[in-house]
C-alpha cells in the first residue's frame, strides 16, 4: 500500500513539475526569447531529476535497463547545477556586479560538475551517488547565499529566487535521501514532493519576472514612466538612486552611474519628425537596457538624458568597458519611421558619461550633476565615453589607467568597438 502511494505523489509532483515545463516551452514558442529557451531547458532536466531520483522511472522501465538508470542518477544532478548556475550567473548578470559572485557560480557551473562524471570512472560504484549528493547540495547552499548576496545588492527580484533555492535545498535533500535508500516517511515524501514542485514555480515564476521587466518595466503607476521609452521617469529614477545609496552604505561595495545625454535632437526631428524622433529615443532605451542588462535599473531623467545605475561593479575594468561598450552601441545607426510613414536611418549624436561611485555614499543630486557633466564632456572625445580619474581630470574612458596590463587591454578594446561601429 506504501509503495502504491509513493508513486501517486510522485506521479503527481512529476505532473505538476511538468505543466511547468510545457508553460515554459510554450513560453520560448512564443517569445522566441534566448531566456525562455534556458529556462525550458533547466525546467527538463529538474523534471527528469524528479523521476529518476524518486523511483518513478525505475517502475516505468524494464529491469534490463537498471544500470543506466543508476548512472543517469549520479549524473543529473550536477547536469542540474551546471544548467542552473550558469543560468544563474546571467540571471543575476554577475559579470559585471560581482567578483565573487561571478566566479563562484562559473565555478559551480563548470568545475563542479565534472566530478561526479569523473567519478564514475574513479569511485567504487557504491560511492558515487554520495558524492554526487554532497557536492549538489553543497552547490545548492552556494546558490542560496548568492541569491541573499544579490538580495543585499539590490536586485529587487533576488528575493524571490533565495526562497527558491531555499526550496530547492528541501528538494535535493530529499531526493538524494530516497535515491540512497534512506526511509522517509510517506508525510516526509510528500513535504519533498511539495517542494519540488514549489522550486520549479518559484523560479519560473522568477523568469518570467524578469522577461516582464525586459519588456515593461513594473506595475506601478503610469505616471511615474516615461510614455515613449516606458522607462522610469525623474522622479521614480532619483528613488532608485535613493534607495541604493542607503543599500551601499551598508553593502559597501563600488558602483557606477552612467549618463546618456542626446544632442541636437532637432536634427532628427528635421528628417523624421516627431514621430522618427519619439522611436530613435525607443531604440535607444532599448539597446542601453541590453547592455547593462535588466539587473541595473535605466531611466529617462529628463528629455535628453538617460541614466543608468549600477549598484555594484566588481572592477573599474568592468566599468570601463560597460561605458564603451553602451557608447558603440548607442552611435551604430537605426532605422525609423518618418511622419509621412517611409523609412529613414538615422544615427544619434550622443555622450557617454560614466561616473564611479565610491564606497561612500554621496548626494544623489551631486551624482546625477557630475554624471551629466561627463557625458557632455564625452562629446568632445572619439569613443564619446568619459571618466574621472582620481586626480579629478575627465578623460576618454579608454585611457582611464587602472594598471598598465588592463590598460592596454582597454585600448585593445576600444579600438575593436571602435572599428565595428564605423562598419
Not at 300 to 317: G, N, P, T
Request: with cysteine; charged share 20%.
Amino acid at each position: 500500500m506504501q509503495q502504491m502511494w509513493e508513486i501517486v505523489i510522485w506521479s503527481a509532483a512529476s505532473g505538476a513539475v511538468g505543466l511547468v515545463v510545457l508553460v515554459t516551452v510554450g513560453d520560448f514558442l512564443l517569445r522566441r526569447h534566448i531566456a525562455s529557451l534556458h529556462g525550458a531547458i533547466y525546467n527538463s532536466a529538474c523534471l527528469l531529476f524528479v523521476l529518476l531520483l524518486s523511483g518513478l522511472l525505475q517502475t516505468m522501465l524494464p529491469r534490463p535497463y537498471q544500470q543506466e538508470i543508476r548512472i543517469a542518477q549520479v549524473l543529473i544532478g550536477p547536469v542540474c547545477c551546471c544548467l542552473g548556475d550558469l543560468w544563474l550567473r546571467a540571471w543575476l548578470g554577475a559579470r559585471f556586479r560581482d567578483r565573487l559572485m561571478d566566479s563562484a557560480l562559473l565555478l559551480g557551473g563548470t568545475v563542479l560538475p565534472a566530478i561526479p562524471v569523473l567519478g564514475i570512472f574513479v569511485l567504487p560504484q557504491q560511492q558515487q551517488l554520495p558524492v554526487a549528493a554532497t557536492l549538489v547540495v553543497l552547490n545548492t547552499v552556494m546558490v542560496i547565499w548568492m541569491s541573499f548576496r544579490a538580495w543585499l545588492l539590490g536586485d529587487a527580484l533576488a528575493p524571490g529566487m533565495t526562497v527558491g533555492a531555499l526550496l530547492m535545498l528541501t528538494s535535493t535533500g530529499g531526493l538524494y535521501a530516497i535515491g540512497l535508500s534512506v526511509p522517509l516517511s510517506l508525510t516526509a515524501q510528500a513535504i519533498v514532493a511539495l517542494a519540488a514542485a514549489m522550486t520549479v514555480t518559484v523560479i519560473g515564476f522568477m523568469l518570467w519576472q524578469r522577461q516582464q521587466r525586459r519588456v515593461h518595466a513594473s506595475q506601478e503607476v503610469h505616471s511615474q514612466y516615461d510614455p515613449v521609452t516606458k522607462l522610469a521617469s525623474g522622479a521614480s529614477l532619483v528613488r532608485h538612486l535613493i534607495r541604493a545609496q542607503a543599500r551601499r552604505r551598508l553593502t559597501r561595495r563600488e558602483g557606477a552611474v552612467i549618463a546618456v545625454m542626446v544632442f541636437e535632437p532637432d536634427k532628427i526631428r528635421t528628417m523624421a519628425g516627431n514621430k522618427g524622433l519619439n522611436e530613435a529615443y525607443l531604440h535607444l532605451a532599448q539597446r542601453l537596457q541590453h547592455q547593462v542588462g535588466v539587473v541595473n535599473p535605466v531611466g529617462r531623467y529628463w528629455d535628453r538624458c538617460f541614466i543608468v545605475l549600477m549598484e555594484s561593479i566588481h572592477s573599474r575594468a568592468a566599468m570601463r568597458t560597460m561605458g564603451l561598450r553602451v557608447a558603440s552601441s548607442l552611435r551604430r545607426p537605426m532605422d525609423v519611421t518618418s511622419s509621412d510613414g517611409s523609412r529613414v536611418q538615422v544615427r544619434l549624436d550622443i555622450g557617454v558619461g560614466v561616473l564611479r561611485l565610491a564606497r561612500e555614499a554621496e548626494d544623489v543630486e551631486d551624482l546625477l550633476a557630475d554624471a551629466q557633466h561627463l557625458a557632455e564632456a564625452a562629446r568632445e572625445m572619439a569613443s564619446r565615453a568619459a571618466t574621472r580619474i582620481a586626480t579629478g581630470e575627465v578623460v576618454p574612458i579608454e585611457n582611464a589607467e587602472i594598471d598598465g596590463r588592463k590598460a592596454r587591454a582597454g585600448r585593445l578594446g576600444w579600438r575593436a568597438l571602435m572599428s565595428r561601429t564605423r562598419a
